[in-house]
Each structure stands twice: as C-alpha cells, then as structure tokens.
C-alpha cells in the first residue's frame, strides 16, 4: 500500500494511470461497438475516455521543463550514438509538449483563433520523431548487447568446435535465423529495462504513425498498444531501476 501511495503521488505515476484508463476505454470501446445492445456502455466509454484524455493535459503541463532537463543530461552521454539518439528525441519532445500545451490553451478557451488540426499535425509529428530516434537508440543498444552474447558464446564453444557436417544452403539459413533470435531473446532476458524501452517505443509509435497516415490503424490495435505501453511506463515509474541508463 505504502508503494502505490508513492506511485500515485508522483505525477508521472498518476499520468500513467489515467493513460492506461484512456487506452482501455478505447480498446473495449473498439470490441464492444460491432454488439448489439452496447451502446449505452459503448457511449460511457466514450465520455470516460475523453475525460480521462482532458485530465491527462494537466499533469503534461510541466512535461516541456522535464524534456529539457531530459535534453541537458542527453547531452553528456559518453557514446556518440546514445548522445545524438536521446538529444535530439529530447529536442523533439519539447516541441511536441509545447504544441500540446498550445492545443490544451486552444480546448479550455483561452485562444479560440488557434489552428486546431495544424497544431495537432505538428505534435504528431514531433512525436513520431522522438519516439523513431528512440527506437533507433534502442535497436542500437540491442546490437551492443547481441555482440557481446555473441562474443561470450564463441568463447564457450572455442574449445568445443567441430568440422561442419555440410549443410545445405536451407539450412544454414534456417540455423542463421534460429541463432539470431536465440542472441536477441537472450540478450534482451538479461536486459529488461531494454527489453520494457524497446516494447514501450515501439507500441507508443503505433499512434503517431496513424495521424499521420503513415500506417493507418484501427482503434483497438492504437488502444491495444496504448495499453501496453502506459503498463510498462507504470513499471519503470513504480521500479526505477527498471528504467533504461543512459551511458
């Protein structure tokens, strides 16, 4: 009990909360909509999503001081590819928090002439570019780790080689492929924090990619991925040292 209090008294932590409530909304809105007789518990949804999404503004109001806090620590990462990744993701997010704060002005009425869709269309986009540098930060922190397996395993089996008993091209390409993903499932087993990074990214860019019509998806793959996302964001905040080091 005393760990929950803590999580929800972080406003990262309530954030994360109120994300996966919206995200959940929106997936069984997706599977109850095609049923016959749902549409009273379809439209409460609805409501709960949207003001669950409108609460949400609020905790995200500081997040453009956070971001730049974010990209002043970027800046000193000892590996150039980390630095670059994470610095300008950092300088990406804070143009995505300032477009969303000038949307949230634009909803609560305080600047009625503002463009809604153009301000939303840069905030998406801003958002796709941080989320893909991420990616690309993490795939790059995968190939470090696949290495080193690599390196550790022939190593162990130095000693042990053997003349190959002559494969046909099928195989070895079968066995490429099986050895790959052996590298990758245990490099990522023994990394979770990658492994929680990575699967956070990759199901966060599912909503981006849609606005922007990059690839377009339906609402229960966004809210599916939506949800994903906000619990592994939940485990990082709720476990810090869950959370990816920058190196």
């Given at each position: 009990?005393?760990g ?8 990262q ?7 996966a409530?919206q ?6 809105r ?6 016959a007789?749902k ?8 409501k709960?999503?949207?003001?669950v ?6 905790f995200r109001?500081g997040n ?8 002043q ?24 928090f300032?477009c969303?704060?000038?949307l949230?002005v ?5 600047a ?5 869709e153009?301000w939303r269309m840069?905030a ?8 893909l540098l ?20 022939a ?6 080689s053997q ?10 390409e079968?066995?490429?492929?099986q050895?790959f993903?052996?590298?990758l499932?245990r ?7 990658l ?15 849609d606005q ?28 810090p040292?869950?959370?990816l080091?920058?190196?």
């Amino acid at each position: 009990m005393d760990g929950f209090i803590r999580f929800t008294n972080q406003t990262q932590g309530r954030d994360r909360l109120f994300r996966a409530t919206q995200y959940t909304c929106m997936l069984l809105r997706y599977l109850l909509e095609p049923k016959a007789g749902k549409e009273k518990v379809v439209m409460k949804l609805k409501k709960l999503e949207s003001s669950v999404s409108t609460g949400r503004k609020w905790f995200r109001l500081g997040n453009v001081l956070h971001a730049v806090q974010a990209t002043q620590q970027s800046v000193h990462a000892a590996d150039l590819v980390p630095r670059l990744c994470l610095t300008l993701a950092n300088v990406n997010r804070v143009i995505y928090f300032i477009c969303d704060t000038i949307l949230w002005v634009r909803s609560v009425g305080l600047a009625s002439g503002i463009n809604k869709e153009k301000w939303r269309m840069w905030a998406a986009r801003h958002y796709y570019y941080s989320l893909l540098l991420s990616l690309a930060r993490d795939l790059y922190e995968i190939s470090l780790q696949m290495e080193q397996a690599a390196h550790d395993r022939a190593k162990r089996e130095k000693s042990l080689s053997q003349e190959p008993l002559g494969y046909s091209v099928a195989d070895e390409e079968t066995e490429w492929l099986q050895s790959f993903l052996l590298l990758l499932f245990r490099s990522l087993k023994k990394h979770p924090p990658l492994l929680l990074d990575t699967v956070k990214n990759f199901c966060d860019i599912l909503n981006p990619l849609d606005q922007l019509g990059i690839y377009k998806s339906n609402p229960g793959i966004i809210g599916l991925g939506g949800l994903v996302s906000s619990i592994a964001g939940i485990i990082i905040v709720a476990c810090p040292q869950m959370k990816l080091k920058m190196h």
